[in-house]
């Protein structure tokens, strides 16, 4: 596609339920980001994947949060047992490899209640 | 580790207005420099960014010059308008792909 796509746009889920969020990233880009946008925290690293390495998780913040890439594009953040302070926006980011310029989704509130 | 601090906010400028936005930042060997730029309703957009020491990143009349003797990376635009009117975000990377350190954002209203 021509951007990054993430999928929902909203999620409102309940405390304690698990939620799967959606990246598409720009064709062609190997490399895929996931953020956090919360008013807490601002903005955060959570995972980074290239090609067939293994992921740079080391902004993971509990291990309630996974995300795996399947084939080289599509990728999936899952969050367990979600709680109130996991409320945010989750922002997905692509670029080309060895390229420090990333292009980001328009993101996916999360909203736990 | 990395880190960014900006100016906080928020920023209210009346249009033609000369803006300043200060960003500095804590990293180790020589990080590359970005700012970040997100419009209400969308989503961030790389506005610019500097890779090395005295290099000047320009873009949609902002500039921000690589001050590696005071570690900062401030933004600056001459004249701003009120389509500038957004949240810019101050990053840094200190590897060679985009894990972005960012600051917490300064909202700029620019009004007619």
């Known amino acids: 596609g021509a951007g990054v796509s993430q999928s929902p746009s909203n999620k409102v889920t309940e405390k304690g339920k698990d939620v799967e969020l959606r990246c598409d990233p720009i064709?062609?880009?190997?490399?895929l980001y996931w953020y956090r946008q919360s008013l807490g925290q601002g903005l955060e690293f959570l995972i980074y994947?290239?090609?067939?390495?293994?992921?740079?998780k080391s902004g993971l913040p509990s291990d309630r949060f996974s995300a795996e890439r399947t084939g080289g594009s599509v990728s999936t953040l899952t969050i367990q047992r979600t709680q109130q302070e996991d409320s945010a926006v989750y922002l997905c980011?692509?670029?080309?490899?060895?390229?420090?310029?990333?292009?980001f989704g328009q993101g996916t509130r999360l909203t736990v209640v | 580790g990395n880190s960014v601090t900006q100016m906080e906010g928020p920023v209210t400028l009346s249009e033609e207005a000369f803006l300043t936005i200060n960003c500095t930042y804590t990293?180790?060997?020589?990080?590359?420099l970005f700012w970040y730029v997100q419009y209400p309703g969308e989503g961030l957009q790389l506005l610019l960014k500097?890779?090395?020491?005295?290099d000047k990143g320009s873009n949609k009349g902002f500039e921000a010059t690589y001050r590696k003797e005071t570690t900062s990376f401030h933004l600056e635009k001459g004249s701003v308008q009120v389509s500038d009117s957004a949240v810019y975000f101050c990053?840094?990377?200190?590897?060679?792909?985009?894990?972005?350190?960012f600051g917490q954002g300064t909202i700029l209203t620019v009004h007619p």
């Open positions: 990293a180790t060997g020589y990080p590359s």
């Open positions: 994947f290239q090609g067939n390495s293994a992921p740079d």
């Open positions: 500097a890779t090395k020491a005295d």
């Open positions: 980011a692509s670029s080309t490899k060895g390229n420090t310029e990333a292009f």
């Open positions: 064709s062609g880009h190997t490399a």
């Open positions: 990053a840094l990377s200190g590897t060679s792909y985009g894990k972005l350190t």
